[in-house]
């Protein structure tokens, strides 16, 4: 049975990474030709997944720092997976926004000729020292498990030789080098952690700073962003946890159930504030974006956020959680389903802003194809995401395979 | 000969046309068309230094019969692909049937003096410039769009390679002439920008450099549309964004637009 799910899930992957290529072929060949956004709604799927997976990344480093930082034993064996997730995810997410860039050879120009007042400026910055904080905080806190696997003769040649490598040639196991380590990497960590809120928080604003968008231009957004980044890397780091672990103990089953209890509480907490950000414009019909989250919610598009959102991302995983706390597979779909449907919050924040003519009778002005002020992403945009989802699945399944994410002999 | 040269695209008709447009006009006449006004008026601003002008655009809704021939001329002066329009004209169906009536707002830049479109570009790509045009540097610009989003008018758009001849056998000449805004010469061939650039109207600087009006005032049939110097006291702009029926768009956003309308 699992042998036939793994033929299954590679056959899968398989057709979405073939199909996510082709895609690109169009992307490089056509340009944005293809893409259903245009000068009206400008911003489409591609910023939403890009936006989706950076969440995902200061998610699961922020809860990474729950070990390194905060020093919290019973996570600590998923510290380094989550270390891992944030990496791959933050890559995942570039890659879609960098699809999405009119001029994506110029992309470099972001860091050599900035403009600091822009939010945009400052979201880039930020996650680019997130970034470098993450790959060395990944460094140390896998490099004592590399070098055991680099000398471990019951691994494979080939993950003795990338461990090595990835060693980058420091090969000491000596307790005051470990113990060197470890104290570096709590710095790192606890870097981190104002870059990751300030770097998450700052895709909010980047929206939320947009004052002719009322639908965005509102404080609550940061602070949504913030906590769904972390909600939605709670949730891929449960589903990881319960599925890919190499074993299945006691101890497991503990991490787990602890996982899904963190997670109960961080979708809770979720509701609650998305329901001051719905509840405010709509209690007396008046607000000037009322009609707008109106249509979010009840306009042609109402199952993004009912039946994928509420649905599938929120009312099932909390039953999954609340009746099957301590079933690792219940928690686990938990986790999956609460991580990959909120792109869905991500789609309903990104495109309503943009479907509102800002002044009425704009839609009837000169018009066409791409003055329109409606979207639904085109096969060639689902394609591109295919291909970013595809690479980003396949990185993370490399690290599962070949790097030592989830041993349990830990650092210290 | 030069009207071949224009025709042929190689070169702008304000550049082409500069030493008429520099040229004596007519004495100033009673009943004049405004438009020969207009055009000392933007004589008189080209002999300042270029930091002292303030360009700035009336538009009387009084006037204004929804033609769109600003827009149509707008596109041809441009050489603007599908998608990108700089000046539509806003068609607003007021009331219900049978009690309608329609209300047109000619929407070009605003050129708004506080603009939301210009901190948000994170490479520097769009500026303010002396004169109040709000610029888009074509070469810099990394098409993310954030600028697109940012303006509260919908007055910019994103050129996304199209043409108008796509899926036809044969690329039009029109299409295949250059533009010239900003005084530079743009072709779009092979991808170049400013395809995957974000785009706007800049009251076409590159004639009225060269002392000729931009090209919606000229192509307006009422002559709806008014432009000049406000920093200019006897300009005819002056005198007519100063009426008390002088409005701007979205005031309350306080982006100060440099755009009027005579309600």
């Known amino acids: ?412 | 000969m030069w009207a071949l040269t224009v025709l042929e695209g190689q070169r702008a008709p304000a550049e082409a046309a500069s030493g008429a447009a520099g040229a004596a006009l007519p004495k100033e006449r009673e009943g004049e068309d405004v438009l020969l006004r207009m055009q000392r008026d933007l004589q008189r601003a080209l002999r300042k230094p270029a930091h002292l002008r303030r360009w700035a655009m009336v538009i009387d809704l009084r006037k204004c019969v929804g033609c769109s021939a600003c827009t149509i001329a707008c596109v041809a002066e441009n050489k603007l692909p599908p998608g990108v329009v700089y000046r539509p004209v806003v068609d607003e169906e007021i009331g219900t049937y049978p009690h309608v009536t329609r209300r047109f707002i000619p929407r070009p830049c605003m050129q708004c003096d506080n603009p939301p479109c210009v901190p948000v570009c994170p490479v520097n790509a769009t500026y303010k410039r002396a004169d109040g045009i709000v610029a888009v540097n074509y070469d810099q610009c990394i098409g993310c769009r954030y600028c697109i989003v940012a303006c509260p008018y919908n007055a910019r758009t994103f050129d996304a390679g199209e043409y108008y001849t796509d899926g036809t056998p044969e690329r039009s000449a029109v299409e295949k002439t250059p533009s010239f805004e900003y005084g530079k010469r743009w072709t779009r061939e092979h991808e170049a920008s400013p395809v995957g650039n974000a785009r706007k109207c800049h009251f076409c600087v590159h004639r009225v450099e060269r002392g000729v009006l931009p090209e919606c005032v000229t192509s307006c049939i009422g002559r709806a549309t008014y432009f000049g110097d406000a920093a200019d006291p006897d300009a005819l702009v002056s005198e007519l964004m100063h009426r008390p029926n002088a409005v701007r768009l979205k005031e309350e956003l306080g982006t100060k637009p440099r755009v009027y309308y005579l309600l």
């Open chain 1, 1 to 412: 049975m699992r042998w036939a799910m793994r033929r299954l899930l590679y056959l899968v992957w398989l057709v979405a990474f073939g199909l996510g290529l082709w895609g690109i072929a169009e992307r490089l060949l056509f340009g944005h030709r293809l893409a259903a956004y245009g000068s009206y709604v400008v911003w489409g799927l591609w910023v939403a997944i890009y936006i989706y997976m950076s969440g995902l990344s200061a998610g699961a480093f922020l809860l990474s720092s729950l070990v390194y930082v905060f020093r919290l034993e019973r996570l600590e064996r998923v510290g380094k997976l989550a270390l891992f997730v944030a990496l791959i995810a933050l890559l995942g997410g570039l890659l879609a926004i960098w699809f999405d860039l009119g001029r994506m050879e110029r992309f470099y120009r972001v860091y050599t000729s900035p403009n600091f007042q822009s939010m945009m400026a400052w979201m880039i910055w930020l996650y680019t020292a997130y970034f470098v904080v993450l790959l060395a905080e990944a460094y140390f806190a896998l490099r004592p498990d590399l070098v055991r696997w680099s000398r471990d003769p019951n691994r494979s040649p080939g993950q003795r030789t990338l461990a090595r490598w990835l060693t980058l040639g420091r090969a000491s196991l000596a307790p005051e080098v470990l113990e060197r380590e470890r104290r570096v990497l709590q710095v790192l960590a606890t870097v981190g952690v104002p870059l990751a809120v300030a770097f998450s928080g700052g895709v909010g604003a980047l929206f939320a700073t947009v004052s002719g968008k009322l639908y965005w231009h509102q404080s609550i957004v940061p602070i949504l962003f913030l906590t769904g980044a972390v909600v939605s890397g709670g949730g891929v780091l449960t589903g990881l946890a319960a599925f890919a672990w190499p074993h299945r103990d006691a101890e497991h089953r503990e991490l787990v159930a602890l996982l899904g209890r963190m997670l109960l509480l961080l979708v809770v907490g979720y509701v609650l504030l998305e329901w001051a950000e719905f509840s405010i414009p709509l209690w007396y019909g008046t607000s000037p974006e009322g009609h707008l989250v109106r249509l979010a919610l009840f306009g042609p598009y109402w199952w993004v956020f009912w039946i994928v959102h509420v649905g599938l991302g929120t009312v099932l995983p909390v039953l999954l959680l609340v009746l099957r706390p301590k079933d690792p597979r219940a928690v686990g779909w938990a986790g999956l389903l609460v991580a990959a449907t909120f792109v869905s919050v991500r789609l309903n924040v990104v495109i309503p802003a943009q479907v509102e003519p800002a002044l009425r009778g704009l839609e009837q002005a000169f018009t066409g194809p791409r003055l329109v002020f409606h979207y639904f992403p085109t096969t060639h945009e689902w394609l591109v995401a295919s291909f970013v989802v595809a690479t980003t699945a396949a990185l993370l399944w490399l690290g599962a395979r070949f790097l030592p994410l989830m041993e349990t002999e830990v650092a210290r």
